[in-house]
């Protein structure tokens, strides 16, 4: 069962997380079966298949899915468990890929605090969850305001992961949104004259 779920892992990276998703459904199948509907790695299976449905493009399941695996998630594993907070960070990225900004960026302030108390400032998950709630400020309209915790979270990156593949990404969002503030600046100046 874990092979299987590690397939469904490298199938999504690979570019293919829709048959991730179909692999996962055999997975929650046996491991329901074997282990309980409430052992951790059929949890684990049910979230990673929430996860891969949004990444598939089906945010909406996502989000029900997430919705419902998180409440059994909590009662079995425990409401401050790792995996729980992990999950919900995974939830709120599918939120504010279901075009619901602003609740994603909240959850993820809630997550970003619950792992900064747990790991640490400086630990790879705590500086994710930064990242994302960087790129879901510059989602809710806020880009000026992005584009200075996109740079704040970059600085750290650099310094804890150097040249990663998070690292690059923050410098692609920090480039983004560096270039709606300037329009929004040039814009909003042609508006006035």
Not at 181 to 191: F, G, I, V
Request: charge should be neutral.
């Amino acid at each position: 069962m874990n092979t299987w779920h590690d397939i469904a892992r490298y199938v999504a990276e690979a570019g293919h997380p829709q048959e991730a998703v179909d692999v996962l459904l055999r997975v929650i199948g046996d491991r329901t079966r074997l282990l309980g509907p409430r052992h951790e790695q059929t949890l684990a299976a049910r979230s990673g298949r929430a996860r891969f449905a949004s990444e598939a493009g089906d945010h909406e399941a996502a989000v029900h899915q997430f919705h419902e695996v998180l409440p059994v998630m909590e009662e079995a594993l425990g409401p401050q468990h790792l995996e729980v907070w992990l999950t919900r960070q995974d939830l709120a990225r599918a939120l504010g890929r279901a075009g619901r900004p602003a609740e994603a960026l909240a959850l993820t302030r809630r997550v970003h605090t619950a792992l900064v108390e747990a790991l640490g400032t400086a630990h790879p998950w705590a500086l994710s969850s930064r990242y994302e709630e960087a790129v879901l400020t510059g989602r809710t309209g806020r880009a000026a305001e992005a584009v200075e915790l996109l740079r704040a979270v970059l600085v750290d990156q650099q310094r804890v992961l150097g040249l990663h593949s998070r690292t690059l990404s923050t410098v692609t969002s920090s480039a983004d949104s560096w270039r709606w503030t300037e329009t929004l600046r040039r814009d909003s100046a042609s508006w006035t004259r």
